[in-house]
């Protein structure tokens, strides 16, 4: 049975798709010679002089070049697609929220909500009283660098980062894919990753893309052994929000089956990122807890997460706001997707550090009892799309539904957001 070793000495099976979209295995073409019949005295060896040609391995130049194009081609499309989508929106609906000055076209549907706090920050940094507490400093930071560039406003500056931090997240998610799995099915992941109905928060002036760029090639530099390389976006990524903290589990993990003392010091850098961020509020606004106490102003409490669960629901019959069902079926989808990474050979080798991964990103939430945004959430648990991906190989149908309805709610959420009457 043909198999395919990535970098990282791991054996994978490879996926064949040329046929209505079903897994199989992909055996090696048999190049045509010419057959011989020989003497009785030499049937014994014929055998060696039949056997079948190594099939010589792809370049990596014409990988790499095969990932840029593929790469590039979807972000500038899905780009376009979203600022369109906006500028058409908001110009012929109206939006019945407060508007900033800088909040103009054709960026007003992508500057919405919380982008204006990491603006604000961006220009006065945290101020006592503000709610801009409960945003992290590294996104703010980025925008105000880019600032420095002449003619770069508020929003140009901040989309800016936005997009640029998803473009080193997809090609991230497609070399992590590449080497752990095959190319095909890390081509598959991103074009999921892109058409989930969340995914239009990647083109808003928010982290989500700068977090994902860091936690892919955070698990990159796992999978090569590059602690140090790791270490360093683990701390940014503690300074980017506090999902950073559900990298700590799963790089502890790595450092104990590793022994590795280097690798124990990358899984306490995103706990030293969010000292950093408290020490930075200590001194500006007298809290160094903030972040945490300000979440009760959208809701936030501690929560116990079947209860969190049940608490949306119970919200969803008194008020019958979508929302709360949405949150409810998104964390129930997501979760769902741990079960092809439980229980599917492919990902046996890093099932157990991409499983604690998942599970922290959404354990915070639901121990915070606040899941209205739980769908954009999920965006940042990357292992969930590499099970789609498996699973929209190995069952067409899943595929078919996926690229045709996915995309749709994602127009009809965006077309929400932009206009003001749903939180992303």
Known sequence: MPVRTSRTGATHPQYDTASSGHLRWAVPP?????????????TATAGSDLAEPEVPPTSGESGRRRMWRRVLLLWSLSRLVTVGVGLLVTSQLAWHRHIESWQTQPWQALTGWDSVYYIDISHVGYLPGSSSVAFFPLYPLLISIVHLVPEAGDAIAALSVSALTLLAAMVGLYTLGKERLSEELAWRAVVYLMLSPFAFVFSLAYTEGLFLALAVWIFV?????????????????GLSRVTGLALVLPLAYIAYRRRSVPWAIAAAMPAVGFGMFAALLHRDVGDALA???VQSEWGGHPSVPPMALVSELVDFVSDHQPIHLLSVLAVFIYLGLLVPILRRPIFARHRVEDTL???????????????????RFGLVAFPLFFALA??????????????????????????YVALGYLVP
Request: charged residues 10%; hydrophobic residues 55%; positive net charge.
């Open 30 to 42: 048999l190049t045509p010679r010419t057959m011989h019949v020989n003497p009785p005295h030499e």
């Open 221 to 237: 530099f796992v999978d090569r052994d590059r602690p140090a390389s790791a270490a360093a976006l683990a701390l940014l990524a």
């Open 390 to 415: 498996d699973l929209g190989m190995r069952h067409r149908t899943v595929h078919q539904v996926y690229v045709v309805f996915a995309p749709v709610a994602q127009m009809l959420l965006f077309a």
């Open 357 to 375: 991964y998942v599970g922290c990103v959404f354990a915070m939430p639901l121990l915070a009892g606040v899941l209205q945004s739980s769908g």
């Open 291 to 293: 972040m945490i106490h």
